[in-house]
T-cell receptor, first 113, second 110 residues
Framework: ETGVTQSPTHLIKTRGQQVTLRCSSQ?????VSWYQQALGQGPQFIFQ???????GRGNFPPRFSGLQFPNYSSELNVNALELDDSALYLC????????????FGPGTRLTVL | QKEVEQDPGPLSVPEGAIVSLNCTYS??????FMWYRQYSRKGPELLMY????GNKEDGRFTAQVDKSSKYISLFIRDSQPSDSATYLC??????????FGAGTRLFVKA
């Protein structure tokens, strides 16, 4: 059984650019959540996907968007990057029937210059 | 006021000490409570997960939830230098949005 994987590990972009981050969920998990973690802070919920549909969103603007694919892998897209978007982006997968047990990937560290 | 409050520390203890980590929260609808450990520049690792009130023990770790006081705790017995990390509490209502505390940085000195 493989765990949650994310790619790339690190990414450097300039302000105004667009970025796509990828996440492969753990085997058997049908739900993926994305989080933004600024330095020294806890993760902040961006949105969640269940069976290819977004079923919840945090306080993030529409330039943060996502997709979930039939194999339950997922993408996070961020348009018009801002300096404050620099953070560790985490995805977590779980089975919808086991609400407490989210398993996180190692994260993608995004730096916006 | 934040929904979940957690003292950021840092907390420094000698090896072998009992560590107590705590969070308070304001939303009485929270039902699921988790503790994560996060090493520097890594993703959070799930340590403990409890539903509603009560205690749960797993090896050196004990999680307590007191819903009447809106207070959760994680105890680490016989702390080791390898326990040095940031500990995050997290909780949700059973819906889609998990709320995290800011994390407490723990240092265990050999």
């Amino acid at each position: 059984e493989t765990g949650v994987t994310q790619s790339p590990t690190h990414l450097i972009k300039t302000r105004g650019q667009q970025v796509t981050l990828r996440c492969s969920s753990q085997s058997g998990h049908n739900t993926v959540s994305w989080y933004q973690q600024a330095l020294g802070q806890g993760p902040q919920f961006i949105f969640q996907y269940y069976r290819e549909e977004e079923n919840g969103r945090g306080n993030f603007p529409p330039r943060f968007s996502g997709l979930q694919f039939p194999n339950y892998s997922s993408e996070l897209n961020v348009n018009a990057l801002e300096l404050d978007d620099s953070a560790l982006y985490l995805c977590a997968s779980f089975d919808a029937g086991s609400l407490g047990e989210q398993f996180f990937g190692p994260g993608t560290r995004l730096t916006v210059l | 006021q934040k929904e979940v409050e957690q003292d950021p520390g840092p907390l420094s203890v000698p090896e072998g000490a009992i560590v107590s980590l705590n969070c308070t929260y304001s939303n009485s609808a929270f039902q699921y409570f988790m503790w994560y450990r996060q090493y520097s520049r890594k993703g959070p690792e799930l340590l403990m997960y409890t539903y509603s009130s009560g205690n749960k023990e797993d090896g050196r770790f004990t999680a307590q939830v007191d819903k009447s006081s809106k207070y959760i705790s994680l105890f680490i017995r016989d702390s080791q230098p390898s326990d040095s990390a940031t500990y995050l509490c997290a909780m949700h209502t059973g819906g889609f949005k998990t709320i995290f505390g800011a994390g407490t940085r723990l240092f265990v000195k050999a």
